[in-house]
């Protein structure tokens, strides 16, 4: 999708060159076209690495053979630009050990993903036949991202109670000492953000937008968006949808996500809100926005603030506001007196409730 619209405006942008008497053929030779070397990307996995780059390739010769016909691209047509690496995008590492017991023996823990059938309940459980070593990370250090403009990614959906059973103790117990600045609290995509955020404010990205779980506008997660979207230099949040729905690719399971653009300026958002939802006709959700502009906090769900209206009360007229208080003092007896009447058989008052 992105290397589409970057060859659309290349489009708009040849087409204003044409008028100045240059050619395409020209740009090509130079070397300053669009191609796939425009685009970087970082995946762990050997195989999607690969993938990715030959996504790249198929989709830009679609292009140049839908807009150009007939006519060979340059030569070589593919190129080995390297722009895909295949390695960890939170943690780098000299080597990669496992833990061993005083015996010597490997220390295993469960896959993080294999499941059986409860022999009682039915239910699917971890199966403990399903071990993998213990990992321990030697040099352990934060990752460094290739130099880009922008940074749009899908991080992997890993809740924070999750984490160590799908990535292991050593590699959760590494990126935590590595990262000292995200509370260990925190959703496994708040590392991404939170790289992403601080390359930003460094002015080494212009923009850096992330799908996430709607996780993200928890307290626990909102820790690390209120660091940047506070600090100084100061991070705003260009764009964001709080809460859509979403299919998960892994399994299918229809999930809520958040969708946030972070950009190094003090400045104006664009929030839109879900206000509908429905099944269209191609099996696809139908939503329906409700569009805000103004400033977008860490909690992008309420703001009292230019980002959403005011609440319209009145000015009050003569006689108004003795009967509005009459009428709250009557409420607070009235409180009191069920608290005192039900003191010791239930909660106390939920005053938070409205975040979650």
């Known amino acids: 999708m992105t290397l589409e619209h970057l060859k659309?405006?290349?489009?708009?942008?040849?087409?204003?060159?044409?008028?100045?008497?240059?050619?395409?053929?020209?740009?090509?030779?130079?070397?300053?076209?669009?191609?796939?070397?425009?685009?970087?990307?970082i995946e762990i996995n050997p195989r999607a690495a690969a993938i990715a780059e030959l996504v790249l390739w198929i989709g830009y010769l679609q292009w140049h053979f839908r807009t150009r016909g007939q006519v060979m691209p340059p030569q070589?047509?593919?190129?080995?630009?390297?722009?895909?690496?295949?390695?960890?995008?939170?943690?780098?590492?000299?080597?990669?050990d496992y833990a061993l017991d005083a015996s010597g023996r490997a220390i295993t823990r469960w896959d993080g993903k294999t499941m059986k059938q409860h022999p009682v309940t039915g239910e699917d459980?971890?199966?403990?036949?399903?071990q993998v070593p213990l990992e321990r990370y030697v040099g352990?250090?934060?990752?460094?991202?290739?130099?880009?403009?922008?940074?749009?990614?899908?991080?992997?959906?890993?809740?924070?109670?999750?984490?160590?059973?799908?990535?292991?103790?050593?590699?959760?117990?590494a990126l935590r000492n590595t990262v000292k600045d995200v509370p260990d609290s925190v959703d496994f995509v708040m590392y991404w953000w939170d790289h992403a955020a601080e390359l930003t404010r460094a002015g080494s990205l212009r923009r850096f937008g992330f799908i996430t779980t709607n996780s993200l506008r928890q307290t626990y997660n909102r820790r690390v968006l209120e660091h940047h979207l506070n600090g100084k230099p100061t991070l705003a949040l260009a764009f964001a949808i709080p809460d859509?729905?979403?299919?998960?690719?892994?399994?299918?399971?229809?999930?809520?996500?958040?969708?946030?653009?972070?950009?190094?300026?003090?400045?104006?958002?664009?929030?839109?809100?879900?206000?509908?939802?429905?099944?269209?006709?191609?099996?696809?959700?139908?939503?329906?926005?409700?569009?805000?502009?103004?400033?977008?906090?860490?909690?992008?769900?309420?703001?009292?603030?230019?980002?959403?209206?005011?609440?319209?009360?009145?000015?009050?007229?003569?006689?108004?506001?003795?009967?509005?208080?009459?009428?709250?003092?009557?409420?607070?007896?009235?409180?009191?007196?069920?608290?005192?009447?039900?003191?010791?058989?239930?909660?106390?008052?939920?005053?938070?409730?409205?975040?979650?």
């Open 8 to 41: 659309r405006l290349e489009g708009e942008v040849l087409n204003q060159l044409d008028a100045f008497g240059d050619t395409h053929g020209k740009l090509e030779t130079e070397g300053v076209t669009v191609d796939p070397h425009q685009l970087l990307g």
């Open 76 to 96: 070589p047509v593919l190129k080995d630009f390297h722009n895909i690496e295949q390695r960890d995008a939170l943690l780098a590492y000299e080597r990669m």
């Open 125 to 130: 459980v971890p199966d403990e036949a399903a």
């Open 140 to 173: 352990a250090r934060k990752a460094e991202w290739p130099r880009a403009d922008f940074v749009v990614g899908n991080p992997p959906f890993i809740g924070n109670k999750r984490m160590r059973d799908m990535l292991g103790d050593g590699y959760v117990e």
């Open 244 to 356: 859509h729905p979403w299919v998960d690719s892994a399994d299918g399971a229809a999930v809520r996500i958040s969708m946030a653009v972070g950009t190094q300026a003090t400045r104006d958002g664009l929030l839109e809100v879900v206000i509908s939802e429905g099944n269209a006709i191609d099996g696809e959700v139908s939503v329906t926005f409700e569009a805000r502009t103004g400033w977008i906090g860490p909690d992008p769900r309420y703001q009292n603030g230019p980002c959403f209206d005011n609440f319209p009360f009145p000015a009050t007229v003569a006689g108004q506001q003795a009967r509005i208080r009459a009428y709250a003092e009557q409420l607070d007896a009235h409180r009191k007196r069920q608290q005192a009447a039900h003191r010791g058989s239930g909660s106390p008052p939920c005053t938070t409730c409205w975040r979650n």
